[in-house]
């Protein structure tokens, strides 16, 4: 569901076209003044700012300059003046429309969906989302083959990558070397070949700051093999 934003100090204007956007499913929020407002611009997970120009405190026009330094949302203008020159100044600090009071709140409806379609093809928001796997402080993107431990990007190996997202795709279940080395190396172990996964063992559990004897992820069962907690 699409979250939008409504910066209007009209309490009666804003709780309509909080309203209207309602019935059309997406989720909104209010504020009725424009620090508020630009707080929660910036800070706030939104798909789309409604923003109106006149308002106490920081104005629609510093909000959207703001905005469009970290961000780039959909914005729709909105003022009662019909000046041109608000117009060109609103869509020259990046608004994406400018709508002139009165409007209907269909019309706005309207708007927020063309705006909302547009910004997903530019942006690829509506393609399928990456496929991630998070544990604690691991989180493995396994489309970009990333990982990250506690936020940092850490450098993985292909064969450790694949070991590693093996076992957290399937945790609580134990593998013994035989198994893994069958799974990722997509052959029988001969002779030392288990030795193999082993070493891989030791290194991810280096990069996962996993090494303790009580490990967070990788848990040696011994005398059979390997569990991801």
């Not at 399928?128 to 544990?135: H, P, R, S, W, Y």
Request: hydrophobic letters at 40%; glycine letters at 8%.
């Amino acid at each position: 569901m699409s979250k939008i934003l409504i910066v209007e100090d009209e309490e009666s204007i804003a709780e309509l076209e909080r309203d209207y956007l309602k019935i059309s499913g997406y989720d909104v929020d209010i504020c009725a003044n424009g620090d508020e407002g630009l707080y929660k611009a910036l800070k706030g997970d939104y798909d789309l700012v409604v923003l109106d120009i006149m308002l106490p405190g920081t104005d629609g026009f510093e909000i959207c300059r703001r905005l469009r330094e970290e961000k780039e949302v959909p914005v729709i203008m909105v003022s009662a003046r019909k000046d041109d020159i608000d117009k060109i100044r609103g869509l020259g600090l990046g608004a994406d429309d400018y709508m002139t009071k009165p409007f209907s709140p269909g019309e706005l409806v309207a708007r927020v969906k063309a705006h909302l379609a547009r910004y997903d093809r530019l942006t690829g928001a509506g393609k399928q989302a990456n496929d991630i796997i998070e544990v604690g402080g691991l989180k493995i993107d396994r489309t970009a083959r990333k990982i990250w431990v506690d936020g940092v990007e850490k450098p993985f190996t292909a064969k450790e990558f694949d070991l590693l997202t093996f076992l957290a795709m399937h945790p609580n279940h134990v593998y013994s070397k035989a198994d893994l080395f069958r799974e990722i190396w997509d052959m029988e172990s001969v002779g030392d070949d288990v030795a193999t996964v082993t070493v891989h063992i030791k290194k991810i559990r280096e990069k996962l700051d996993d090494t303790t004897s009580d490990s967070k992820y990788i848990e040696t069962i011994w005398g059979v093999g390997y569990r991801f907690k």
